[in-house]
């Protein structure tokens, strides 16, 4: 299982020439950064999501057919997994709030500064470092040799439901078993009839209403960390997407 750290990266702009600055910046951070898919909106930047499972995001705000904000708002459902940066140039506070709300990592103001832009990636990257050192040592105390695919299923099964609470990077996960992020979501899926992804969160939201139901002395804020929603906000939006009711209306019904 090879845990060497390539981290890709999809970067949407409408703007051309803008578009090709910042590639260019993030390619000049470090070698382990590596664009897979440039974007000119939101739609084309989801394919690219689907296409190249990426590690990160980097995205302005105001694009064409689908804007940052749609589009940061289907990652953190779909893809919770992938890191995301925002670089726009408008300052107004009310789009980084939204943009917080969607679990976004860094919020950078145009014309983008090198230096700004290099403290967010290496920030990220110790993150997804990280992650893969966990995910590693998880799995080679798990995994037998030769491992089928139907036991690669189960293995993942097992680290998501003992480390539902934890921020689990699945990109991460596929790296340790040398597998795409997208063919092991459909090798889940064969077994399971769910992707890892939508497992994960139905299992969160599952143990939420538990925690809603069995703990009225513990808070919102509480509960969205012991299932692994740290951001009360993000938690509370998420929970109302799934049952239709935020986590208070859902505790006094």
Same mark, same amino acid.
């Given at each position: 299982?090879?845990?060497?750290?390539?981290?890709?990266?999809?970067?949407?702009?409408?703007?051309?020439?803008?578009?090709?600055?910042?590639?260019?910046?993030?390619?000049?951070?470090?070698?382990?950064?590596?664009?897979?898919?440039?974007?000119?909106?939101?739609?084309?930047?989801?394919?690219?999501?689907?296409?190249?499972?990426?590690?990160?995001?980097?995205?302005?705000?105001?694009?064409?057919?689908? =804007?940052?904000?749609?589009?940061?708002?289907?990652?953190?459902?779909?893809?919770?997994?992938?890191?995301?940066?925002?670089?726009?140039?408008?300052? =107004?506070?009310?789009?980084?709030?939204?943009?917080?709300?969607?679990?976004?990592?860094?919020?950078?103001?145009?014309?983008?500064?090198?230096?700004?832009?290099?403290?967010?990636?290496?920030?990220?990257?110790?993150?997804?470092?990280?992650?893969?050192?966990?995910? #590693?040592?998880?799995?080679?105390?798990?995994?037998?040799?030769?491992?089928?695919?139907?036991?690669?299923?189960?293995?993942?099964?097992?680290?998501?439901?003992?480390?539902?609470?934890?921020?689990?990077?699945?990109?991460?996960?596929?790296?340790?078993?040398?597998?795409?992020?997208?063919?092991?979501?459909?090798?889940?899926?064969?077994?399971?009839?769910?992707?890892?992804?939508?497992?994960?969160?139905?299992?969160?939201?599952?143990?939420?209403?538990?925690?809603?139901?069995?703990?009225?002395?513990?808070?919102?804020?509480?509960? #969205?960390?012991?299932?692994?929603?740290?951001?009360?906000?993000?938690?509370?939006?998420?929970?109302?997407?799934?049952? #239709?009711?935020?986590?208070?209306?859902?505790?006094?019904?």
């Amino acid at each position: 299982m090879g845990n060497e750290l390539m981290i890709k990266v999809v970067v949407a702009e409408d703007e051309e020439l803008i578009l090709n600055h910042i590639i260019k910046k993030i390619q000049a951070v470090d070698s382990d950064f590596l664009i897979v898919g440039a974007a000119q909106n939101g739609k084309q930047a989801l394919e690219m999501v689907e296409e190249f499972s990426p590690d990160i995001i980097v995205t302005d705000i105001r694009m064409p057919v689908i =804007d940052g904000l749609e589009l940061l708002k289907n990652v953190s459902l779909n893809y919770p997994y992938i890191k995301t940066i925002v670089v726009s140039g408008y300052s =107004d506070f009310e789009y980084a709030k939204q943009a917080i709300q969607y679990g976004v990592r860094e919020y950078l103001l145009k014309p983008l500064e090198s230096e700004e832009l290099h403290k967010a990636l290496a920030k990220i990257k110790i993150s997804l470092e990280a992650e893969m050192n966990f995910l #590693g040592h998880k799995i080679v105390k798990t995994a037998p040799g030769n491992t089928s695919p139907k036991e690669v299923a189960a293995i993942i099964l097992q680290f998501i439901r003992e480390n539902f609470a934890q921020e689990i990077n699945l990109n991460s996960l596929a790296k340790n078993f040398n597998f795409n992020a997208s063919y092991l979501s459909k090798l889940f899926k064969k077994y399971y009839a769910e992707t890892p992804v939508r497992y994960l969160l139905n299992l969160r939201i599952h143990e939420a209403k538990h925690l809603l139901r069995s703990q009225p002395e513990l808070g919102i804020k509480a509960i #969205g960390e012991l299932v692994g929603y740290p951001d009360p906000f993000y938690f509370s939006r998420i929970f109302k997407h799934i049952t #239709g009711k935020s986590p208070s209306e859902f505790r006094e019904q």
